[in-house]
């Protein structure tokens, strides 16, 4: 199981995913140091859709909604992206060439 530090590291980005953004869990992982973790960043984000964070804004590195069966319904993911305007391809995945957010290119160097 991973460390504490790793949930909460996880979680606090999740709350910073920019409005009409989404990013990956392999780039969660990546960003709080545990590449190889994108399936755990899955596991923290299953337990926590209900918390008024923005999970939805998670998908997998295709675009593909793989996290949407922890939302209240089947759809919730997909509308909830859709009411921000994310837009997504004729596979249903969404558009990672417009939406993407990466964890730490929003920040400027000093």
């Known amino acids: 199981m991973p460390p504490p530090d790793f949930f909460s590291r996880v979680l606090d980005l999740v709350a ?3 409005y009409g953004r989404v ?3 392999g780039h ?3 960003a709080v140091g545990s590449a190889g973790s994108a399936r755990t960043v899955g596991w923290v984000l299953s337990g926590a859709t209900a918390s008024g964070l923005p999970c939805h804004r998670v998908v997998n590195r295709f675009g593909a909604l ?5 939302f209240p319904s089947p759809t919730f993911m997909e509308d909830a ?6 837009t997504f391809d004729d596979e249903g995945c969404v558009r990672l060439d ?3 957010w990466v964890p730490g290119d929003d920040i400027k160097p000093v």
């Open 66 to 70: 793989s996290g949407a069966q922890h």
């Open 23 to 25: 990013t990956t869990y």
């Open 81 to 86: 992206l859709r009411s921000e305007g994310v």
């Open 16 to 18: 910073h995913i920019p």
């Open 28 to 30: 969660l992982a990546r």
């Open 98 to 100: 417009r939406h993407l």
